[in-house]
């Protein structure tokens, strides 16, 4: 195992508890959660010489690694609160929309029950996930439920991708290096990287896939601030031109489903129409539902329908010529394991390597959450995705005008390219759940602590140069 980024990792905690005496809880929280997850490594990852190490996992689930940058930005987060804004806990009341977060925390101990000689990964698991997705859960329902904060954090998601386009453009051009040149060695460094156009770029990320989804998901995000507010500016450049920018940069990145899904959900940057916002959530989510029914129950192989559907056996032919495989080969790893799945059908088996009897493993993230936790942490995972979605697109009036209330609906596409992305990857990127936290509930602050106005605005502009 390679020790410094073992090191880095610990380094963090205080680095992240010390940005909360620097800047505002809301800075500080933007900072730690996005920049941890931009700069650290996954984990101090046990070296190995395979070329395609299948077994290691991304950090969003608990594995045989406990300390990663997944848990490291939410235990300094929590830590940097309790110590400099300790009044702000005081504010959450807990609600119906945090249900499927407190089910997603307890699941691995219910899972445990079930199954007592997974009883250690049961606490480790829920001690996991509280720290991993509870924490920024909860700061997006108290710091970023009104419309300011949620501003904030789309230009902090903004900001993220700008500071990775020289990372994307070098290793695009000289391949995924930087991960190996600070920190060592990254599983899946080489796997997919070669693309049409040089290489597929990985940064600090897990996979060339996540950093498809986080300049993707920025790219909308500054297309929405460009139709809105066309005359703002992001690190004194303009919005046209940081649209522009990240667009292509994602393009030249070339992760076909990032690319696809930025596509599909530029329209809600665009569309104030409800009734037709309202029917495309609804496709969707019940497409995404129905999808994974259908690979659960068994009763419509994918592979199959490929190879005897005529259309369908065409464009996978089409695919492979083009040299994207990838698609059928990751429905097809995920058929394999459905049936080991479908043993302990309610609770999972408890296990993160319940699929370790096979030559590989499922590569969607739906999957794997299905057999370690069963339909009960399925539907727990979903739902804190989909949930937020749901609210913000039915709370949404004609008459909501405003660039700032329509961000919510940005946000929400946001969260449906993640949702959807994990139909068929096995990574997340968890410092969004700050702006799933914030959407389940809908509420505003009443506080005046809670209000980023005053004093507070000052601060911001002073502190961190993120309009001009």
Known sequence: MNVFPLVCLVVWIPVGVYLFRLYPARIAILANFLGGWAVLPGAAYTQTTAAFPYWILGVCLPTNYLLTKATVTGLSGLVGVLL????????????????????????????????????????????????????????????????????????AFVIGAICYVPICLVEI??????YAFVYGYQPYRWVGAGR???????????????????????????????????????LGVPLGWVAVGLTCTTLLCQSVGSILLLLLLVPFTIVRSRSILRRAVAVIVLAAAFF????????????????????????????ERLGRQSLAWRLSRDESFIR????????GSGQW???????????????LVFGMY?????????????????RAVWSFAPSDTSGELNLRLALAALILMVAIDCLLNGAMILPYLLVMGSLSSGEGFTAESATPTGKYRRSVEERVPITH
């Open 84 to 155: 400099f804004d300790p009044k702000a806990l005081k504010r959450f009341r807990p609600g119906l929309c945090d249900l499927p977060m407190a089910v997603w925390g307890c699941v691995p101990l219910l899972a445990a029950a079930t199954h007592w000689s997974t009883l250690r990964e049961g606490l480790c698991g829920a001690l996991y996930q509280s720290i991993a997705w509870g924490v920024p859960w909860i700061f997006g329902r108290v710091y970023f439920s009104d419309d300011e904060s949620l501003l904030l954090a789309a230009r």
């Open 340 to 347: 080991i799945a479908l043993h302990t059908p309610l609770l």
């Open 292 to 319: 994974v029914l259908i690979r659960m129950s068994g009763l419509l192989p994918l592979r199959e329908l490929a190879l005897r559907n005529g259309l369908l056996h065409s464009i996978v032919e089409v695919m």
């Open 196 to 234: 049409y156009i040089g290489f597929r770029p990985i940064g600090m990320m897990e996979d060339g896939n996540q950093l498809g989804i986080w300049m993707a998901a920025a790219t909308l995000i500054a297309v929405f601030l460009l139709v809105r507010q066309s005359k703002d500016r992001i």
């Open 353 to 367: 390597n319940w699929w370790q009897n096979g030559d590989n493993r499922p590569w969607s993230l739906w999957l």
């Open 374 to 390: 069963g339909v009960v942490g399925l539907i727990a995972f979903e739902s804190i995705m989909l949930l937020p979605v749901i």
């Open 173 to 178: 051009c000289v391949g995924p290096q930087l």
